[in-house]
């Protein structure tokens, strides 16, 4: 059995095993560090012989309450008029619920209720989190960290590392253009092996984190196998969160929904520039975003390949406003010009409360803050985007973990492109129109029962 891990990838998923399962306290005693909870998960832990309707609070400390689904703080004297009943938003006071209700269409986010809510332990809690972080710690700080370090080995007398390891990039140089590792990324539906095969607990850390939001995948529509499609996601986000729980990983069962499907991840090709991080994402069945790559893929003899492509890009992550819905699709057109060469179909994909997990300062269009996200993202392709969440040991604090928001990823019905080899701007334009239409009607579908007032509108840039 053969893996798409390279050296790297296989000494970094060495030192990143998730931490252990079980924390051990003296009897009687709390944890020796707890990380309390979001406030849009339940904070309280109920004794086994405390009456339905009461809770402690936090830690054990009385007086704390409850937090509901939107992150608004439930005050523990609502909880009193629940006595007798189970713990269920739906069950609280209707002057209650309405006031959350209220308050979460007036901020504009997300105010679906979870279904069946159920108490958490505390271990259960502090996983997730810590699996949600771990997951933004190597998104963001893995590829600088090894390059930095790989600078300062070749001035010790472990040089040879770094010597050693720009060979192996210098060798697999064409690999993320190729496709990536073709047949050998955990992405992979195959018989070739993927990640949680060698590294069970690996599975079980990106279940944590898919619970810590959480994420679900809907499907609204068959994708037959002896077809190739090009699913375009939206919105880009932050970090891209859900489209990695849900296409790179099994937690949610995409191999499930949509069996003997290939797919596979494109993303900024910069990032396959970064020593060891290259290995680490192309272990997850990612790709390079270039039309080499896209157009390797699609040209495959092997029916079933389904390429993501995050069609906003970096410009669009500047618009990850929490409550609002833009996207830079208006003038992008490649993704259709690549499926009338290939004849794949497109399928819009749309993920509700992707843009609600972080809070992000924006600026003005013509502000000179803009002028400057707008020129780097120019000259390294990625947006220098001020954001936030909740703190690691805190949720009242501010941090890199994201703030717990459900996250529902929708799956539209496919548009079927027939195979022009040389497509005129004429049908370029027709299908982009196609397209656009398609992901509004998806989005007028489903945004009032993932929560969205009924006024929320799509907006195209």
Request: net charge positive.
């Amino acid at each position: 059995m053969q893996s798409g891990l390279g050296p790297s990838g296989w000494a970094i998923c060495l030192l990143l095993q998730p931490f252990p399962h079980k924390i051990f306290t003296a009897p009687g005693r709390r944890p020796r560090w707890h990380i309390p909870y979001p406030a849009s998960q339940p904070q309280a832990v109920a004794s086994p012989d405390q009456p339905i309707g009461e809770v402690h609070g936090k830690c054990g400390e009385p007086g704390d309450g409850w937090g509901s689904e939107h992150g608004l703080h439930i005050h523990r004297r609502s909880l009193e008029a629940t006595r007798g009943s189970s713990l269920r938003p739906e069950r609280l006071p209707a002057s209650s619920l309405g006031a959350l209700l209220a308050e979460g269409e007036h901020l504009g986010v997300s105010t679906a209720l979870l279904p069946s809510p159920t108490m958490k332990t505390l271990q259960k809690q502090q996983l997730e989190v810590l699996s949600t972080y771990k997951y933004v710690f190597c998104f963001l700080f893995m590829g600088p960290f090894f390059s930095l370090l790989g600078v300062f080995l070749l001035f010790t007398s472990l040089w040879w590392l770094s010597v050693l390891h720009a060979v192996w990039l210098f060798l697999d140089w064409d690999i993320p253009y190729q496709g990536e590792r073709l047949n050998k990324g955990p992405g992979r539906r195959g018989d070739k092996g993927c990640l949680w095969e060698f590294f069970p607990h690996t599975y079980v850390l990106w279940k944590h984190m898919r619970d810590y939001f959480p994420i679900k995948l809907i499907k609204t529509a068959e994708l037959p196998s002896n077809w190739s499609y090009a699913l375009v996601t939206h919105p880009h986000g932050i970090l891209g969160i859900r489209v990695f729980c849900n296409f790179c990983t099994e937690v949610t069962g995409s191999s499930q929904q949509f069996p003997r499907l290939w797919f596979s991840l494109a993303i900024l090709n910069s990032l396959f520039y970064l020593p060891v991080y290259q290995d680490y994402v192309m272990s997850y069945g990612t790709c390079s975003v270039n039309h080499q790559s896209l157009e390797f893929i699609l040209s495959q003899p092997q029916l079933g390949q389904a390429v993501l492509i995050l069609v906003g890009g970096a410009h669009e992550a500047l618009h990850a406003i929490p409550g609002e819905h833009c996207l830079t699709l208006r003038n992008r057109k490649g993704f259709v010009r690549l499926a009338l060469r290939h004849g794949t179909s497109l399928v819009p994909v749309y993920s509700f409360g992707e843009n609600d997990i972080f809070r992000v300062k924006a600026f003005a269009p013509d502000s000179w803050q803009r002028l400057f996200q707008v020129t780097i993202k120019k000259v390294v392709g990625i947006s220098p985007s001020i954001f936030w969440g909740r703190g690691l040991f805190s949720a009242k604090s501010w941090g890199l973990v994201p703030l717990a928001r459900l996250i529902t990823t929708v799956m539209g019905r496919p548009i079927l492109v027939p195979q022009c080899r040389q497509p005129t701007e004429e049908q370029v334009d027709h299908y982009h129109m196609l397209y656009m239409k398609a992901l509004e009607q998806l989005f007028e579908e489903h945004k009032e029962s993932c929560g969205l007032p009924a006024s929320t509108r799509l907006t195209f840039i």
